[in-house]
C-alpha cells in the first residue's frame, strides 16, 4: 500500500508542477507582481486541506491494507447517513462541478490547460485543487490587467 501512496503522491506532485509550467508567465518577471495577501490565504489553506487530506487518507490506507481501494474507500464515504451527504456533495463537485468550472472559467479568463486543476484534485484534494485554482486565477486577473496598460516604451 505505501507503493499506491507513493504513485498518488508522485502523479499529485506531477500534475501540481504541471499547473505552474504550463502557467508560468504568471510566474515570471515583474508583470503580475508578488504574490497578494489572498492569494496567500489560498496557498496556504490549500497546503492546510492537502496536509490534512492526505494525513487521513494515509491512516485509511495503513488501517484497510490490502483492502485499501478507491471502491471501498468511496463505499465507506457513505457509512452513515452524514457522512453519505457530505460524499455526495464532495463526488458531484470534484467530478462533474470543478471540471466544468475550471475548464470553461479558466479558459474565459486565459489560464493554461485549466483541465490539469481537475487532474490535480484525483491525486491531491479538492479542497487543494480549488486553492491552487482560485490563486492562479488571481494572478491571470493582475496579468490581464498588465496586458491592458500602455507600455511606457510605445
Known amino acids: 500500500m505505501t507503493s499506491q501512496l507513493l504513485i498518488y503522491g508522485i502523479l499529485g506532485v506531477a500534475s501540481t508542477a504541471y499547473a505552474f509550467y504550463a502557467n508560468r508567465r504568471l510566474f515570471q518577471g ?8 489572498l492569494e496567500s490565504a489560498y496557498y496556504v489553506l490549500g497546503v492546510v486541506a492537502l496536509v490534512l487530506g ?3 487518507n494515509v491512516r485509511y490506507t495503513h488501517e484497510a491494507g490490502s483492502h485499501a481501494s478507491y471502491i471501498n474507500y468511496t463505499k465507506a464515504l457513505f457509512d452513515t447517513w452524514a457522512s453519505a451527504s457530505a460524499a455526495q456533495d ?3 463537485v470534484n467530478v462533474a ?3 466544468l468550472w475550471t475548464i470553461t472559467d479558466g479558459r474565459r479568463r486565459g489560464l493554461q490547460w485549466p483541465v490539469t486543476f481537475f487532474v490535480m484534485s484525483l491525486f491531491t484534494s479538492l479542497a487543494f485543487s480549488i486553492a491552487m485554482y482560485l490563486a492562479f486565477v488571481e494572478r491571470q486577473l493582475r ?8 507600455s511606457s516604451t510605445a
Not at 30 to 37: I, K, S
Request: charged share 15%; hydrophobic share 45%; net charge neutral.
Open 90 to 92: 464532495l463526488i458531484i
Open 54 to 56: 492526505w494525513y487521513f
Open 143 to 150: 496579468y490581464n490587467r498588465s496586458e491592458l496598460v500602455p
Open 97 to 99: 462541478i470543478l471540471p
Open 30 to 37: 515583474d508583470r503580475v507582481g508578488p504574490v497578494t495577501t
